[in-house]
């Protein structure tokens, strides 16, 4: 009997817990999602980009980030492993930054902060030192070039970030790391691990105008090709913008071939030539996709290519532009194409220059775009304010290529010596003296849209892995060159081989105020002292209080029970 | 700052509570019946609150002190002290003292004022790691709030439920109790309108506190002199 009860008992208990498992559990997840995400400061944060070469891995391996920060200021010999060093642009000591990479000493994260002058789409007074831009330039490269094996990020200073590094660098040089209880700050990003990126597409966009033939005349006609490569690699991919690398070169061609579509829409104007107009992509790399490009293109076409301009960093030149060849300079289509060039400079009142180099064929570097084309034989020259060609994944879009240091002056001038030799050679009016795209005219260069096209790249971060099949801005400059040019098509190939590329570009930075676990103790002892203090006076005064009350009464009616 | 500090304020805020209940002789006398049953009452109270200040108050987007404003919440305030008559006079208790019926009563009272005011914002803000005073200051709110509503519940019975008072106290005993009431509108017209930061606001309410616990003592020991 007693066990039937017992086990009646024991099987109501059960249910009971049964159903108390669901409301456990809605409680559980009720807890959970109430999340602990109440930071005081949240400040968008770019990584290091992190790639390998061959397999070589470079730039920052990691991208999560949960440590106490710290400044320059700290006590020698202090343990930076679990922390997080914050460094402002103007303070940065590179030879500092290369002892601990090179030493491998390990840190906890870095965290760069860059002048607000710095941020893609700044609109506001403040011309940023040259200093400043050597710098960030040399720690870029640096930074570029080593593999880092704790994450780097780079921040733009706002008020917040300002008065956290103040507190910091205050409590380092106490001497107290995060153990004072206004002291400590604590960086947390929580992003996933970085992956790699799958299969990057480079995306090639070209437009191609066609001439006017001559009646009875059934030979190809010749074609002239404008290319610029439009995709950027610096740093922070999230923050390429390579307003001169190579968004001048990308305004300067839609500018050249705006006039020429209003010169060849009319039958009366058009010419001799077929233009075709490329906007290329894998420019940092080897120019890859100018390569792709032209393989893809028709034997015949490639053959009927007369000359083709590359334009590479038009932006902030002031009186001389060069023309970089691969072919000798005595060469007849070298020599014909220069001395346009020159004709046309002179009347504008500024200097070109010829500059040579040879392909060395067995390096596989590929200095400047036309030398894609002349390793197809096909004649190529490079317009560009540059002296000595880049290196490797360099002047591709870095921090300090800003909208501030480029001029729209330069560029329209890029664009008018182009515009106006091409057409010259077009029409056949070598030598003499016109102005076909005056100013003031019909014809002249637009400087507002060569203003505004500027101002979009140079807010629009274009590195190539990390731009998807349909981005907008591949959609928006194939819009535009559909206004301009008769057929446009888009050609999309994977970036091979050698490079790859990891995703997490981006993040966002929280940053918490928080007080030591002994802090925590204190309070603790404090409180439970009060809490005994409390529960003693209560007894006395109460206890006391009833017998002092009892006193001004008559005898009590009821027993006061003994504790 | 984690579940450390979440409960560090948690035995601030909830702590007295449980600490008046066993060092007085409620514990000893098992009031607890009372103390929910006051805290019933308060949460029935704070539902009505909250529906006449949704029905008569309008939201002002700023912090501007609006006098008007202000005197709707305290007269609203004052069903407050209704509920706290419902729940000295009208309730059923079981046979216990004067002296213990309003400790008990308050107790409930001010543990329930405590939970539905300060808990929610401690469980979501103390865990986080961001740290900040407020949780703190919160909790010794709690602590003045509970001697504030006992030296309340003190007062309102005298008030109700003792008959024959010396003449001379009754308008002492009045405005205490007042006072007492709106103290609410006085802590929002100093945060308001002097500028007052929140421990400046905690530290005059501590104060405060001490002072009318002590002035409802003295007048509870003054009206027990005459004899029943």
Known sequence: MAEEKNSKQRHHRSMLLDSMYPVVALMLVLVACVELCDAATVVDVYRLIQYDISGAPFGSRFSSLNHHAASLSFQHGADLSRSVLILPLRELDIAFVQDYISQKQSLGGLLILLPQTFRPGYIGGGETQDGLRVLLAQLEKLLLHSNIPFPVYFAFENEETDAMLADVKKNDALGQQATATTGGYKLVISVSEPRKIASPTITNIQGWLPGSRADGDSNQLPTIAVVASYDTFGAAPALSVGSDSNGSGVVALLEVARLFSTLYSNPKTRGRYNLLFALTSGGPYNYEGTQKWLKSLDQRMRESIDYAICLNSVGSWDNELLVHVSKPPENAYIKQIFEGFSNVAEDLGFQVSLKHKKINISNSRVAWEHEQFSRLRVTAATVSELLTPPELLESAGSLSDTRQHVNEDSIIKGVKLVAESLARHIYGHQGKDIQIFADNSSLAVNRFYVKSWLDSLSQTPRVAPFLSKNEPLIMALKKELEDYTAEVSIQQESLDGIFTFYDSTKASLNIYQVASVTFDLLLLLVLGSYLIMLFSFLVITTRGLDDLISIFRRPPSRKMKIA | ?228
Not at chain 2, 4 to 31: K, M, Q, R, W
Not at chain 2, 130 to 158: H, K, R
Not at chain 2, 204 to 224: K, N, P, R, W
Request: hydrophobic share 50%.
């Open chain 2, 1 to 228: 700052m984690t579940l450390f500090h979440f409960f560090n304020c948690a035995i601030l805020t909830f702590g007295p509570h449980a600490v008046y209940y066993s060092a007085t002789p409620l514990s000893e006398y098992d009031t607890l019946g009372t103390s929910v049953k006051a805290a019933v009452v308060y949460l029935a109270t704070a539902l009505v609150k909250l529906v006449c200040l949704a029905t008569f108050l309008q939201v002002s987007e700023t912090e501007v002190f609006d006098p008007y404003q202000e005197a709707l919440k305290a007269m609203i305030g004052f069903i407050d002290v209704a509920g706290l008559y419902f729940a000295l006079a009208q309730l059923t208790h079981r046979n216990i003292s004067q002296n213990h019926k309003f400790q008990a009563v308050g107790l409930g009272w001010a543990f329930a004022d405590s939970v539905l005011h300060r808990l929610a914002p401690l469980w979501v803000g103390a865990r986080g790691l961001e740290f900040t005073w407020d949780y703190v200051l919160q909790g010794l709110e709690a602590n003045a709030n509970l001697v504030f509503t006992i030296s309340l519940a003190a007062l309102g019975s005298l008030m109700w439920l003792r008959k024959n008072k010396p003449k001379t106290l009754i308008p002492i005993i009045y405005t205490c109790a007042v006072i007492i009431a709106t103290m609410p509108s006085i802590t929002s017209y100093l945060r308001r309108v002097m500028g007052w930061h929140f421990p400046k606001v905690v530290g005059f309410e501590l104060m405060t506190s001490l002072v009318m616990a002590f002035i409802s003592c003295q007048l509870f020991i003054l009206c027990q002199r005459p004899s029943l």
